[in-house]
């Protein structure tokens, strides 16, 4: 037998493999919390089916899930990568988690990184969970999936930015309370199940520029009128995604 064949070799693992790893353990996390199931699956599903299924708010022509549908896979973006994501980086910044990472060799760009990639992992099936739903209550989507993409991914980041940004500068409990109000205004104001046009005018004009709004007009635009990107929508998610990952990246305190 060779020398040195069980000599230990200390040292940190490949960041990329560290970031995998990381990226795993913050999935399962967030699929045993029972509290994240609610808002993340549950929640969108629910308000999918039984939106879709009883005539209660007027969306228009056409079917009502036909609307429904993609304002409810805005809505689990949001759910994930912002209500979810501020609260469990809240509490993982009171309880001395991310402190403590932040001291491992893993790097704390490639924390966040992981804690990206999960909120992706998360969304991805999400989007195919509530997609089956619709198809089994009559969904026609139509448009380019690479569009429906591309919003998704810049909803993603408009949302992480500011659920970072959240969750780096207030108190948990504030967070916790602060994030769950937010998803309820924006579930009621952001276009996801009431139409924008139901609003007095100069409040669609507000209501237009939020995050959710755009997201949900945007996935509209495409699955349900078969329209290119809309780039209106597209640039007002790209503008909040800049504006919140460059906020948290500023202000964000580890302790």
């Given at each position: 037998?060779?020398?040195?064949?069980?000599?230990?070799?200390?040292?940190?693992?490949?960041?990329?493999?560290?970031?995998?790893?990381?990226?795993?353990?913050?999935?399962?996390?967030?699929?045993?919390?029972?509290?994240?199931?609610?808002?993340?699956?549950?929640?969108?599903?629910?308000?999918?089916?039984?939106?879709?299924?009883?005539?209660?708010?007027?969306?228009?022509?056409?079917?009502?899930?036909?609307?429904?549908?993609?304002?409810?896979?805005?809505?689990?973006?949001?759910?994930?990568?912002?209500?979810?994501?501020?609260?469990?980086?809240?509490?993982?910044?009171?309880?001395?988690?991310?402190?403590?990472?932040?001291?491992?060799?893993?790097?704390?760009?490639?924390?966040?990184?992981?804690?990206?990639?999960?909120?992706?992992?998360?969304?991805?099936?999400?989007?195919?969970?509530?997609?089956?739903?619709?198809?089994?209550?009559?969904?026609?989507?139509?448009?380019?999936?690479?569009?429906?993409?591309?919003?998704?991914?810049?909803?993603?980041?408009?949302?992480s930015g500011l659920g970072l940004l959240m969750a780096g500068t207030l108190k948990a409990e504030v967070t916790l309370a602060a994030a769950n109000l937010v998803f309820l205004l924006l579930l009621v104001g952001g276009g996801v199940i009431v139409p924008l046009e139901k609003?007095?005018?100069?409040?669609?004009?507000?209501?237009?520029?939020?995050?959710?709004?755009?997201?949900?007009?945007?996935?509209?635009?495409?699955?349900?009128?078969?329209?290119?990107?809309?780039?209106?929508?597209?640039?007002?998610?790209?503008?909040?995604?800049?504006?919140?990952?460059?906020?948290?990246?500023?202000?964000?305190?580890?302790?």
């Amino acid at each position: 037998m060779s020398a040195g064949t069980f000599t230990p070799r200390p040292g940190a693992a490949p960041v990329s493999r560290m970031i995998w790893a990381q990226t795993a353990l913050e999935t399962r996390m967030l699929l045993r919390n029972g509290e994240q199931l609610l808002l993340t699956v549950i929640i969108p599903a629910l308000l999918l089916t039984l939106f879709s299924a009883v005539d209660i708010v007027d969306t228009g022509t056409g079917k009502s899930v036909d609307f429904l549908a993609p304002g409810v896979l805005a809505l689990a973006v949001m759910s994930t990568a912002f209500t979810g994501q501020a609260i469990a980086t809240g509490f993982d910044r009171r309880y001395g988690v991310l402190k403590r990472l932040g001291a491992s060799p893993l790097p704390r760009w490639a924390l966040m990184a992981a804690k990206t990639l999960s909120v992706l992992v998360t969304e991805v099936l999400q989007v195919a969970l509530l997609t089956v739903i619709a198809l089994a209550l009559g969904w026609s989507p139509h448009g380019n999936p690479l569009s429906v993409a591309v919003l998704l991914l810049l909803g993603t980041a408009a949302f992480s930015g500011l659920g970072l940004l959240m969750a780096g500068t207030l108190k948990a409990e504030v967070t916790l309370a602060a994030a769950n109000l937010v998803f309820l205004l924006l579930l009621v104001g952001g276009g996801v199940i009431v139409p924008l046009e139901k609003f007095p005018g100069a409040v669609q004009a507000v209501l237009g520029l939020l995050p959710i709004s755009a997201l949900s007009d945007g996935l509209r635009e495409v699955l349900r009128n078969g329209a290119a990107l809309p780039w209106g929508d597209a640039a007002v998610l790209a503008g909040w995604a800049v504006l919140g990952l460059g906020a948290a990246a500023k202000w964000f305190r580890w302790e």
